[in-house]
């Protein structure tokens, strides 16, 4: 539907402008979703593979901790010696103006955190399993994070899209018709009124001549 405007020569270079650049911003759009979409897919098939290797890991981590648990009784007390792991930092890249997170982990070397006596070696395979479970789920969070956060802007990308493309650009396309038909009827009728006039004088021009005429043949008459 046309925008109501003043069908003029300025609304119609205006709105040709502003066509102009809807179209523009329509093509931007496309684009960035497609990155943005590519950047998704390849965030996607990591994030399977992890979470397949993060699986395997802790049927063999839950596996060991059973089997330790089976040689050495629960062993509770355990987990409370762990030391608290604060070696991860939280920083940002941006995509096409999208923020995803970046996970640094400060990886440091792997220190027994319970004693000899009580343990064996089915309790060191279970530590050393959870060890690169917890690594392999810090990978994996800021994977899913990130694709978290591009399906969120692809979306919003695909709306503001299809709002230029459905919306914006044929109402615009509309009103730019709209006004150069009502300026071309304008031109159409000033032509004609402009060729009515001209034969008015035409007509006129050729009265007076012929009354000159009969007057200059009635003044011979008359001598």
């Given at each position: 539907m046309a925008q109501q405007v003043f069908p003029t020569k300025g609304n119609l270079i205006a709105t040709k402008k502003t066509?102009?650049?809807?179209?523009?911003?329509?093509?931007?759009?496309?684009?960035?979703?497609?990155i943005l979409?590519?950047?998704?897919?390849?965030?996607?098939?990591?994030?399977?593979?992890?979470?397949?290797e993060v699986d395997e890991?802790?049927?063999?981590?839950?596996?060991?901790l059973r089997n330790a648990n089976i040689t050495l009784g629960m062993i509770n007390e355990i987990a409370e010696s762990v030391p608290l792991d604060d070696g991860i930092t939280i920083g940002y890249r941006?995509?096409?103006?999208?923020?995803?997170?970046?996970?640094?982990?400060e990886k440091k070397p792997v220190v027994l955190s319970y004693?000899?006596?009580?343990?064996?070696?089915?309790?060191?395979?279970?530590?050393?399993c959870f060890q690169r479970v917890k690594e392999i789920s810090i990978t994996l969070s800021e994977i899913e994070n990130a694709a978290a956060g591009l399906s969120d802007?692809?979306?919003?990308?695909?709306?503001?899209?299809?709002?230029?493309?459905?919306?914006?650009?044929?109402?615009?396309?509309?009103?730019v018709k709209f006004i150069s038909d009502s300026l071309d009827e304008k031109d159409r009728e000033e032509?004609?009124?402009?060729k009515v006039i001209k034969a008015q004088k035409t007509a006129k021009a050729k009265r007076l001549a012929a009354a000159q005429a009969e007057a200059a043949k009635a003044e011979a008459v008359g001598e």
């Amino acid at each position: 539907m046309a925008q109501q405007v003043f069908p003029t020569k300025g609304n119609l270079i205006a709105t040709k402008k502003t066509l102009a650049l809807s179209t523009m911003g329509y093509d931007l759009m496309d684009k960035k979703r497609n990155i943005l979409i590519r950047e998704m897919m390849g965030l996607v098939d990591q994030a399977q593979k992890l979470r397949n290797e993060v699986d395997e890991i802790f049927d063999q981590a839950y596996a060991a901790l059973r089997n330790a648990n089976i040689t050495l009784g629960m062993i509770n007390e355990i987990a409370e010696s762990v030391p608290l792991d604060d070696g991860i930092t939280i920083g940002y890249r941006s995509v096409m103006g999208v923020d995803i997170p970046i996970i640094k982990y400060e990886k440091k070397p792997v220190v027994l955190s319970y004693g000899l006596y009580d343990s064996n070696s089915q309790l060191d395979y279970a530590f050393m399993c959870f060890q690169r479970v917890k690594e392999i789920s810090i990978t994996l969070s800021e994977i899913e994070n990130a694709a978290a956060g591009l399906s969120d802007a692809i979306v919003k990308t695909q709306r503001r899209a299809n709002a230029l493309k459905n919306v914006v650009i044929p109402n615009l396309e509309s009103t730019v018709k709209f006004i150069s038909d009502s300026l071309d009827e304008k031109d159409r009728e000033e032509f004609s009124r402009l060729k009515v006039i001209k034969a008015q004088k035409t007509a006129k021009a050729k009265r007076l001549a012929a009354a000159q005429a009969e007057a200059a043949k009635a003044e011979a008459v008359g001598e």
